[in-house]
């Protein structure tokens, strides 16, 4: 996104903050379940949100699964919902679905991930960061931290398929791009849950001299950064010392690790996904305003450097 779109979408999403919401409005939201520690933050923040709008919310947990999704949107259209919000496991297989809900006349706002579709009328917006951004920042970040050493690097990807997995892996990719000292040696899906990250990358420590050929860590989300970090120290190896951590998120349990020299660095991705989308909708339904196609949400670098023990504690009781 270019910077002049980004203040124009951060001033639109700003001037929403102040409209009045239609209260008693009813939101279907289709959320993908509860893979990580961010996921379940942000069912509950979006519960807040609609609480604090008296937005009558229905959420539908699709347990990782597209078919339940594709259901779910059928039921909240059959319903006749004010407006859904869909958070999509995948970024493929939408358009029919969201044909159905546009010839309904109501409104989709996708909320953390994208889709890939030739037609963006299907969506009244998408409340998401910049994930290629995310990754960019994470491998700089490696970049910066190991210099000229040379440094084979592990990496954890989220979901096949989803628009994270794909665009952290990117961004990462490119900002690693010409410095040869880097080389990602084993890359894997983790599916964003701390077990699997745990499972992979024992296989990777395995697989690697028992991790002594491995220099770094990065994690497509802290839950699997987290769960790593337990297979790292099983295989007596000191994560944040002997090998490098970085991930994505910004959740408590990251900022525990970072606290205790386990992990080093995470870049944030904000739970209230929510607000702004309320937000957009409530000037939608109320005044016609037609939001931008994206309202980018801020993607910060954190590191110890960060007061890492308060944002702990700061986030602990967020409902991550
Ligand atoms: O779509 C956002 C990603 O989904 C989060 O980074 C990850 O933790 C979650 O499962």
Same mark, same amino acid.
């Given at each position: 996104? @270019?910077? &002049? ?41 979006? @519960? ?121 892996? &990117? ?5 690693? !791009? ?17 077990? @699997?990250? &745990? ?57 525990? !690790? ?34 931008? &196609? ?9 590191? @110890? ?16």
């Amino acid at each position: 996104m @270019k910077i &002049k779109t980004f203040l124009v979408a951060t001033a639109l999403a700003a001037s929403f903050a102040g409209s009045a919401f239609a209260a008693g409005m009813t939101v279907g939201f289709s959320q993908i379940g509860s893979e990580s520690g961010w996921r379940a933050a942000e069912t509950s923040v979006t @519960k807040q949100e609609a609480e604090k709008r008296g937005v009558d919310l229905k959420i539908a947990d699709a347990q990782q699964k597209q078919e339940n999704q594709l259901k779910a949107i059928r039921s909240f259209v059959a319903q006749g919902v004010d407006a859904i919000f869909l958070a999509p496991v995948v970024a493929t297989g939408w358009d029919d679905v969201l044909e159905e809900a546009k010839d309904a006349d109501i409104p989709v706002i996708l909320l953390d991930r994208t889709i890939d579709t030739a037609d963006d009328s299907l969506y009244l917006t998408a409340v998401t960061s910049d994930t290629v951004h995310e990754g960019r920042v994470a491998g700089e970040w490696l970049v910066n931290a190991v210099g000229d050493k040379p440094c084979n690097v592990v990496e954890l990807q989220g979901t096949v398929g989803s628009s994270p997995a794909i665009n952290r892996k &990117k961004g990462f990719d490119e900002a690693i !791009a010409g410095h040869d000292n880097l080389k990602i040696v084993r890359t894997q899906t983790g599916d964003f849950t701390r077990t @699997k990250g &745990k499972e992979v990358m024992e296989s990777f420590l395995k697989a690697e001299d028992g991790g002594k050929n491995i220099c770094a860590l990065y994690a497509h989300n802290d839950d699997m950064a987290v769960g790593a970090i337990q297979a790292i120290k099983e295989a007596g190896l000191k994560p944040g010392t002997d090998i490098l951590v970085v991930s994505i998120d910004a959740v408590p349990d990251i900022f525990k !690790a970072i606290a205790d020299g386990e992990a080093n660095a995470t870049v944030e991705l904000t739970p209230n996904m929510a607000g702004p989308a309320f937000d957009a909708l409530a000037a939608f339904k109320d005044a016609g305003t037609v939001p931008p &196609k994206w309202i980018q949400t801020e993607s910060k670098l954190y590191t @110890k450097d960060n007061d890492p023990s308060g944002e702990y504690e700061r986030r602990k009781g967020l409902g991550y």
